[in-house]
């Protein structure tokens, strides 16, 4: 069964510092795509960055990173020189084709950016 | 481009009264997808529609329905409203929904039954 996990239910960072945020997921699918997401407080979902299963890169955006180790099913998202802007909550997700494509959520990390 | 729309915003209703939540697509999407938002049971898939007709079901009761319109805008009805109801509902949209790195989600329906 399609699953996503996210061990760290809060995180403290150092502003300018970088954080790694843990993502492991579980399928048996071949073709997926994992994602992260920030959610501030208003409720929005912003899309962060995307990896999809047969990327042989990891994804980048800006100041996020998506280290991707395929074998250990694991996903982490990289956030270099943090701001206090930052601070919110992360989702990691997962799309597979067997699952019919809805989005499978992780329960969340909320990161606090320290001045 | 817009972006994904959801109306209204905020909505509080009373236990047994029931709720219609609106979503209108980017421009050119035919995918909607929604998604109940909980502090308890986190971030949940309710349904997903494509060309007016639901495509795709998660685990919620008969009271959590849904259609969508030839405009591709679609509306998610609660009926029977519960306290644990109270939540964030997200809509998304893509073109197909079949394209596992393409989703948009709107701003959110906050709800509070009291």
């Known amino acids: 069964a399609q699953k996503i996990t996210q061990t760290q239910p809060g995180m403290f960072v150092q502003e300018k510092e970088a954080v790694t945020l843990d993502c492991t997921y579980d399928?048996?699918?071949?073709?997926?795509?994992l994602f992260w997401y920030k959610q501030p407080s208003s409720g929005e979902m912003i899309f962060l960055i995307y990896?999809?299963?047969?990327?042989?890169q990891n994804a980048t955006e800006g100041r996020y990173s998506l280290n991707f180790q395929k074998a250990r099913k694991s996903a982490n998202l990289v956030i270099s020189a943090s701001q206090l802007g930052d601070s919110a909550m992360y989702f990691c997700?997962?799309?597979?084709?067997?699952?019919?494509?809805?989005?499978?959520f992780g329960a969340g990390t909320r990161l606090f950016v320290k001045a | 481009k817009a972006g994904v729309t959801q109306t209204p915003r905020y909505l509080i209703k009373t236990r047994g009264q029931q709720v219609t939540l609106s979503c209108s697509p980017i421009?050119?999407?035919?995918?909607v997808s929604w998604y109940q938002q909980t502090p308890g049971q986190g971030l949940q898939f309710l349904f997903e529609y494509f060309s007016e007709t639901q495509r795709n079901k998660g685990n919620f009761p008969g009271r959590f329905s849904g259609r969508q319109f030839s405009n591709s805008r679609s509306e998610m009805n609660v009926s029977t409203l519960e306290l644990g109801d109270s939540a964030l509902y997200l809509c998304?949209?893509?073109?197909?929904?079949?394209?596992?790195?393409?989703?948009?989600f709107g701003p959110g329906t906050r709800l509070t039954v009291t």
């Open positions: 990896q999809g299963s047969y990327d042989e």
């Open positions: 997700a997962m799309r597979e084709m067997e699952g019919g494509f809805k989005t499978i």
């Open positions: 998304a949209s893509s073109l197909s929904g079949r394209n596992l790195y393409e989703q948009y």
């Open positions: 399928t048996s699918d071949q073709s997926y795509g």
């Open positions: 421009s050119g999407h035919r995918s």
